[in-house]
């Protein structure tokens, strides 16, 4: 039984785990013991306060396997991505070179440091136990947020982003930092990588050349790695594009992992999510019907879990006595349900950035 539910001071130590466990490392989730414990603290803040629009705040999650009482995973929602100091990002743009009488047109692609995913709100700091990966978890870890999100929509950008990790070669190194970031910081990326995860990201901005970055003149290991997501993060690129979330021109400043972006009201869990009251049956008798997120509707103690969507005659959603229990709902109370299936992803470029 698989549950997921928002971080306390008493999951530190899975936190831990799971930071040094990620491949790659994650910039936003450091193997540092002390950033880990100000990021529950900052998420349970988060929890607590009444919040009327997006700010730096910081929702922490975790899943927690409850017949092992072990927790595998942990995801987080970045309210606002650059609350507090701009969050950069390269933007792929084409600069056309021409001369009427050299007779002479040329376009040439480049990145620009840019700040604009500031005001999306971040799905960010994704890490699972590989025993789950490929598993109804994957899911139900990265999609909860989305539930969270549907309910209470003004704590949040009516615009979402996802960060994937990009490209490393065989030995763990970025072909795109070792081709621009490499020149300004005498630094690998995994040591650079650790350092923006201890301290920000913003100190990369500032030294990094702030005119546009001619693509002819990276390494074509650089150039082929823009884009790319790491191989292990193919799936869950895949399952974000069937959320409804297109690529953006937006790439990492590190490692140049693509960006996607999405309207919120557009993405499929908020279009399919629906309120159902609860009807509490056994097991047995329940009817089979397929998977669905099911959440509660408490801020502080939210509980997102699979189970059957199953309804009754009159729209009521049956929940085993356990599921019930899980949730913290008693009959007659509603709950927040969307299937866990999506439609083949569609992977195309943001039409509106073109």
């Given at each position: 039984m698989l549950v997921v539910r928002p971080a306390t001071p008493a999951d530190l130590p899975h936190l831990e785990r799971l930071a040094g466990s990620a491949m790659p490392r994650l910039t936003n989730l450091p193997v540092h013991r002390d950033r880990l414990e100000e990021r529950i603290t900052r998420s349970q803040r988060a929890f607590s306060r009444d919040i009327d629009f997006p700010g730096d705040e910081h929702y922490t999650f975790v899943i927690e396997d409850r017949e092992?009482?072990?927790?595998?995973?942990?995801?987080?929602?970045?309210?606002?991505?650059?609350?507090?100091?701009?969050?950069?990002?390269?933007?792929?743009?084409?600069?056309?070179?021409?001369?009427?009488?050299?007779?002479?047109?040329?376009?040439?692609?480049?990145?620009?440091?840019?700040?604009?995913?500031?005001?999306?709100?971040?799905?960010?700091?994704?890490?699972?136990?590989?025993?789950?990966?490929?598993?109804?978890a994957e899911s139900l870890l990265r999609r909860a947020r989305l539930m969270f999100i549907a309910q209470y929509p003004e704590r949040f950008s009516t615009i979402l982003a996802v960060?994937?990790?990009?490209?490393?070669?065989?030995?763990?190194?970025?072909?795109?930092?070792?081709?621009?970031?490499?020149?300004?910081?005498?630094?690998?990326?995994?040591?650079?990588?650790?350092?923006?995860?201890?301290?920000?990201?913003?100190?990369?901005?500032?030294?990094?050349?702030?005119?546009?970055?001619?693509?002819?003149?990276?390494?074509?290991?650089?150039?082929?790695?823009?884009?790319?997501?790491?191989?292990?993060?193919?799936?869950?690129?895949?399952?974000?594009?069937?959320?409804?979330?297109?690529?953006?021109?937006?790439?990492?400043?590190?490692?140049?992992g693509p960006v996607v972006k999405g309207e919120r009201d557009r993405l499929e869990t908020f279009q399919r999510a629906a309120w159902h009251p609860v009807r509490v049956r056994p097991d047995a008798v329940l009817p089979d019907a397929e998977p669905a997120m099911i959440a509660n509707q408490k801020l502080g103690d939210f509980r997102c879990v699979v189970?059957?969507?199953?309804?009754?005659?009159?729209?009521?959603?049956?929940?085993?006595?356990?599921?019930?229990?899980?949730?913290g709902v008693e009959e007659g109370r509603a709950v927040l349900a969307a299937p866990l299936g999506l439609p083949d992803a569609e992977d195309a470029i943001d039409e509106g950035e073109l």
């Open positions: 092992r009482h072990e927790v595998v995973g942990t995801a987080t929602i970045r309210a606002q991505a650059g609350a507090s100091e701009a969050y950069y990002t390269y933007r792929q743009e084409t600069l056309i070179h021409a001369s009427q009488q050299l007779n002479v047109r040329r376009e040439v692609q480049t990145l620009s440091l840019s700040h604009e995913v500031s005001e999306a709100t971040l799905l960010c700091a994704l890490s699972l136990d590989s025993r789950y990966k490929g598993t109804t960060a994937f990790p990009g490209y490393l070669d065989g030995e763990g190194e970025s072909p795109f930092w070792n081709s621009v970031g490499r020149h300004f910081f005498v630094r690998s990326f995994q040591e650079i990588n650790h350092l923006a995860g201890v301290r920000s990201k913003s100190f990369i901005a500032e030294v990094m050349p702030q005119f546009p970055l001619y693509l002819p003149l990276l390494t074509p290991q650089a150039r082929a790695a823009i884009g790319r997501e790491h191989p292990d993060h193919e799936r869950a690129l895949e399952e974000m594009l069937a959320e409804g979330f297109v690529r953006s021109r937006h790439v990492d400043i590190f490692d140049a189970a059957r969507y199953a309804l009754s005659p009159t729209g009521q959603l049956m929940l085993t006595p356990e599921h019930a229990a899980i949730l």
